[in-house]
């Protein structure tokens, strides 16, 4: 339970640089798809030290094992894509 707290403060202070896109129910709604399908099984991994092709590829890998339906899966991967850093070209 500590680490959801961390993790919710932590995403609390990276969501200005990326969320704008999403609507604050969008924002609730991934929060909360993060921490039934993804936080129960392991840590946070930060999508800012993936490529694009080696996030969307494991994003895709774990939204199977998770059973994500389209629709899930599209939230929590433009919600975790809002925190990436841009790619630097």
């Not at 921490?35 to 895709?60: G, I, L, V």
Request: glycine fraction near 2%.
């Amino acid at each position: 339970m500590h680490f959801l707290i961390v993790f919710a403060a932590m995403l609390a202070l990276l969501l200005p640089l990326g969320a704008a896109e999403l609507s604050s129910q969008e924002i609730q709604s991934a929060r909360k798809l993060y921490q039934t399908k993804c936080a129960k099984c392991h840590k946070f991994y930060d999508p800012a030290k993936y490529n694009a092709s080696d996030w969307q590829r494991w994003m895709q890998k774990m939204g199977r094992k998770a059973k994500l339906k389209p629709e899930q899966s599209d939230l929590l991967a433009r919600y975790l894509d809002s925190l990436r850093a841009p790619e630097k070209k």
